[in-house]
């Protein structure tokens, strides 16, 4: 079975994740975890300037 993560995220809008098949879900995890750090990140810097 095949499995695909798909990000879909712009400038002026929420991100958004989009899982299809069979994934573990210490995977899910894991990626949620990676785009919260990111995100929080951008926001961050955006701030500053």
Do not use: E, Q, W
């Amino acid at each position: 079975m095949n499995s695909s993560i798909t990000v879909i995220g712009g400038a002026d809008g929420p991100t958004s994740i989009f899982l299809s098949g069979s994934i573990i879900p210490a995977i899910i995890a894991s990626i949620a975890i990676i785009t919260a750090v990111i995100s929080a990140i951008i926001l961050i810097n955006n701030r500053k300037k």
